[in-house]
């Protein structure tokens, strides 16, 4: 297993684009968050997802945004009509729920909208 | 106020020298995590502590669960140790709930 991976690594794009990101978590997870990260910042939650349900979504995660994790392995987060505030680094992170065990980080997509 | 703060937010060292990172919490937690980050945003987990305190290498952690207080330190720190050091508690009523981050504490460490 490689760890966590997110695809991809850096994403410039313009302003009212979609953007979508992608996670491949450890395999044997079944917990599976989103946290972003701005400059100088520690990261926040975004949302995160047991097996394939999403149980619970941050007040930051607007309309614009979507996360799914279909079959609950990958999961993509989508943003919509892409806004300047919206340029941070998107991390996600996997773990195993009662292990005892902790997080395993992606190393980020960096979003910049221009 | 957050929920959780670091101190320093910036620390500089010589190498050689024995580094402490502060983080205290005000919410009731499952555990506590440390964290260190490089240039890239690659984060890596360094600690996960529910109580007393762990050692990996050079790098020690503790917690006082009562006080709502952890340390890290670093012993005979080196350049390579040069990174943003976060503190992060878990909420959850077990290991794996979602986390709430502290700023981060920017550590650079000289030759």
């Known amino acids: 297993d490689t760890g966590v991976s997110q695809d991809p690594r850096h994403k410039i794009t313009k302003r009212g684009q979609n953007v979508t990101f992608r996670c491949d978590p450890i395999?044997?997870?079944?917990?599976l968050y989103w946290y972003r990260q701005t400059l100088g910042q520690g990261p926040e939650f975004l949302t995160y997802?047991?097996?394939?349900?999403?149980l619970e979504k941050s007040r930051l995660l607007s309309d614009r945004f979507s996360a799914e994790r279909p079959k609950g392995s990958f999961s993509t987060l989508e943003i919509q009509r892409t806004e300047q505030g919206d340029s941070a680094m998107y991390l996600c992170a996997s773990s195993f729920w009662g292990s005892g065990y902790g997080y395993t980080f992606g190393s980020g997509t960096r979003l910049t909208v221009v | 106020k957050n929920e959780v703060e670091q101190s320093p937010q910036n620390l500089t060292a010589q190498e050689g020298e024995f580094i402490t990172i502060n983080c205290s919490y005000s919410?009731?937690?499952?555990?506590l995590h440390w964290l260190q980050q490089h240039p890239g945003g690659g984060i890596v987990s360094l600690f996960m502590l529910s109580s007393g305190k762990k050692k990996h290498g050079r790098l020690i952690a503790t917690i006082n669960i009562q006080e709502k207080h952890s340390s890290l330190h670093i012993t005979a720190s080196h350049p390579r140790d040069s990174a943003v050091y976060i503190c992060?508690?878990?909420?959850?009523?077990?290991?794996?709930?979602?986390?709430?981050f502290g700023e981060g504490t920017q550590l650079t460490v000289n030759p």
């Open positions: 395999s044997e997870h079944n917990r």
């Open positions: 919410v009731g937690i499952s555990a």
């Open positions: 997802f047991q097996n394939e349900a999403q």
């Open positions: 992060a508690v878990g909420r959850g009523v077990a290991s794996g709930s979602r986390l709430t």
